[in-house]
């Protein structure tokens, strides 16, 4: 079955580390973005790629990076910059031709520093 | 901002009735999209419209579009238990910027 697979699910970050979360999609979709959601709130798009080896930042990147060197994949970096990074990570792609069907969203990382 | 809002922010009813949630927006849109959040999950896409539709159905789902209001509803028809979820709108503008609203918190109770 094609999808988005977010991993890990849960991660613990102590301060001054840098973590890396994987997302990885067979969907064949062009296009992936990383969100940032906090209790109660909706997304926050952090960076998103419409095609390999481009990215662009989004409303909330400072802190974080990332990189797109294969289509499939698209991970990201919180680094010890990221003040604030106790949240849940949502990697979602699309194809710009197949609007219809909306974003596909993998099933989430929640990232807590300890 | 251009973030859509969704109102209200927490819903609860019993099972059976319909729920309705509304989202608002700023700017000229594309079209708007429907997600659903089940608890600590991801987002999954429910149903889009366009900004030339005013009403869309799919199984127990109505969306309806005032573009002239900037203001879209989520109708869900002879709710169940596993309705409970988020709802979220988001908005493609004119401008191909994607915007989250910051969600309805249903809750279907038995």
């Known amino acids: 079955d094609g999808g988005i697979t977010q991993s890990p699910k849960y991660l613990f970050r102590k301060e001054g580390q840098n973590v890396t979360l994987s997302c990885e999609q067979n969907l064949n979709h062009d296009a992936m973005y990383w969100y940032r959601q906090d209790p109660g709130q909706g997304l926050r798009l952090i960076y998103y790629s419409q095609i390999v080896n481009d990215f662009q930042k989004g409303d909330i990147a400072e802190g974080y990076s990332v990189s797109r060197e294969k289509k499939e994949s698209f991970p990201l970096t919180v680094t010890s910059a990221q003040k604030n990074p106790t949240a849940f990570y949502l990697c979602?792609?699309?194809?710009?031709?197949?609007?219809?069907?909306?974003?596909?969203f993998g099933s989430g990382t929640r990232l807590t520093v300890v | 901002s251009q973030q859509g809002e969704e109102d209200p922010q927490a819903l609860s009813i019993q099972e059976g009735e319909n729920a309705t949630m509304n989202c608002s927006y700023k700017?000229?849109?594309?079209?708007l999209q429907w997600y659903r959040q089940n608890s600590g999950r991801g987002l999954v896409h429910l149903i889009l419209i366009r900004s030339n539709e005013r009403e869309k159905h799919s199984g127990r789902l109505r969306v309806t579009l005032d573009t002239s209001k900037k203001s879209s509803s989520l109708l869900i028809t002879a709710s169940r238990a596993a309705d409970t979820a988020s709802y979220f709108c988001a908005t493609i503008t004119t401008g191909n910027q994607f915007y989250f609203g910051t969600g309805t918190s249903l809750t279907v109770i038995p």
């Open positions: 979602a792609s699309t194809h710009p031709e197949r609007e219809e069907y909306g974003y596909t």
């Open positions: 700017t000229s849109i594309n079209n």
